[in-house]
T-cell receptor
Framework: NAGVTQTPKFQVLKTGQSMTLQCAQDMNHNSMYWYRQDPGMGLRLIYYSASEGTTDKGEVPNGYNVSRLNKREFSLRLESAAPSQTSVYFC??????????????FGPGTRLTVT | EDQVTQSPEALRLQEGESSSLNCSYTVSGLRGLFWYRQDPGKGPEFLFTLYSAGEEKEKERLKATLTKKESFLHITAPKPEDSATYLCAVVFGNEKLTFGTGTRLTIIP
């Protein structure tokens, strides 16, 4: 099992360019998440999808959009990149059943620089 | 506002020198607490889940405990390969994880 995979691993964008970060999981998890990690600020939730067909905003959704393509895949889109979006982006997935919160499993991350 | 605070920010230990990392939180319906390990340039790796006060989990040299207001990650006789950043995350009523900023642990041979 590959677990959670993310592409690309690294990306450099110019201000105003757009791009899509891809995420896939092979653990048959219902829930998927996108986080960003910045020095001194910890991991912050951008968007999440509790199940296929649903998406919700997290703590820092401005400037991003998401698509839950199917149960395996959850993509994050930057429509017009800004330097403030320079960060490391992590995708995660977890099981969710009967109200019990399960651990999340993380991908290796995408390191994005916006100049 | 619910918050998660980890201390210390950084910790340097000699190999074999045991210590503890702290994760404290303001509670509004705690539903679970998670410990992760993160190596430089990699994603967080899951270690433990704790659901209720009094619960303990162990794995090799690591032991996690939970009280009503805080959790400890005890490291016994650490080795250099235990060097990493350790992250604590808490789930409150809204089912979303709130992460602390981590403790950067360095084990000196």
């Amino acid at each position: 099992n590959a677990g959670v995979t993310q592409t690309p691993k690294f990306q450099v964008l110019k201000t105003g360019q757009s791009m899509t970060l891809q995420c896939a999981q092979d653990m048959n998890h219902n829930s998927m998440y996108w986080y960003r990690q910045d020095p001194g600020m910890g991991l912050r939730l951008i968007y999440y999808s509790a199940s296929e067909g649903t998406t919700d905003k997290g703590e820092v959704p401005n400037g991003y959009n998401v698509s839950r393509l199917n149960k395996r895949e959850f993509s994050l889109r930057l429509e017009s990149a800004a330097p403030s979006q320079t960060s490391v982006y992590f995708c995660a997935s977890s099981e969710f059943a009967g109200g019990l919160i399960y651990e999340q499993y993380f991908g290796p991350g995408t390191r994005l620089t916006v100049t | 506002e619910d918050q998660v605070t980890q201390s210390p920010e950084a910790l340097r230990l000699q190999e074999g020198e045991s210590s503890s990392l702290n994760c404290s939180y303001t509670v509004s319906g705690l539903r679970g607490l998670f410990w992760y390990r993160q190596d430089p340039g990699k994603g967080p790796e899951f270690l433990f889940t704790l659901y209720s006060a009094g619960e303990e989990k162990e794995k090799e040299r690591l032991k996690a405990t939970l009280t009503k207001k805080e959790s400890f990650l005890h490291i016994t006789a650490p080795k250099p390969e235990d060097s990493a950043t350790y992250l604590c995350a808490v789930v409150f009523g809204n089912e979303k994880l709130t992460f602390g900023t981590g403790t950067r642990l360095t084990i000196i041979p």
